[in-house]
């Protein structure tokens, strides 16, 4: 008799034919992954190690990449010394702003852009200075005194066409005021 038709006896082959391939493919089948493994934590092991000329382990990168964000700083400043100038507030504080014009600012000597400022009056340009007015913060408490605010803000309109007298210290003030009164006796 002739063979079934729905036999599949013969049907089924597969890559490994022989014994001794079997035994190959079973062996790579365990080896290759342990060389894998053995090959990927030698390369972990290696990276903790840094380049020759690297000082990210050094005791001052540490230190720095754990810094604090911020710290206080506390500035002496000489009694002597006095009231700085509104030119010299302007050069230090005011200058980022009011020299390029940033954030809408009103450029130094620009009359056009002070004159609507300067009929304001020099006690409400000082008042803006102080408090802040749009894009501009307060200037008041900072590294600057509130009579060298003023000054720079009676310095800032001066440029741009005002004739405002530059704020006196308190001391000053007082003194120039009974000074005349003396001299009337």
Not at 88 to 95: D, H, M, P, R
Not at 101 to 118: Q, T, V
Request: glycine share 10%; with cysteine.
């Amino acid at each position: 008799m002739s063979q079934a038709p729905n036999s599949h006896d013969n049907d089924h082959e597969g890559p490994i034919k022989t014994p001794k391939q079997l035994a190959v493919a079973v062996g790579l089948a365990f080896v290759v992954p342990v060389i894998i493994i053995i090959l990927l934590v030698s390369f972990v092991a290696s990276g903790g190690t840094g380049s020759s000329g690297s000082d990210a382990l050094s005791e001052q990168a540490t230190a720095q990449r754990i810094k604090p964000v911020a710290s206080v700083e506390v500035k002496m400043v000489s009694a002597n010394a006095g009231p700085r100038s509104g030119e010299e507030v302007f050069k230090a504080q005011c200058a980022t702003c009011h020299a390029s014009g940033a954030l809408g600012a009103p450029k130094l000597g620009d009359a056009a852009a002070w004159g609507p400022r300067i009929a304001t009056g020099l006690a409400s340009l000082i008042q803006s200075a102080l408090k802040g007015k749009n894009a501009m913060p307060p200037q008041a408490g900072g590294e600057f005194s509130d009579l060298e605010v003023s000054r720079a803000a009676a310095y800032l309109a001066n440029a741009g066409g005002a004739k405002f007298t530059e704020p006196a210290a308190p001391a000053a003030a007082a003194s120039e005021a009974s000074a005349p009164a003396s001299d009337a006796k």
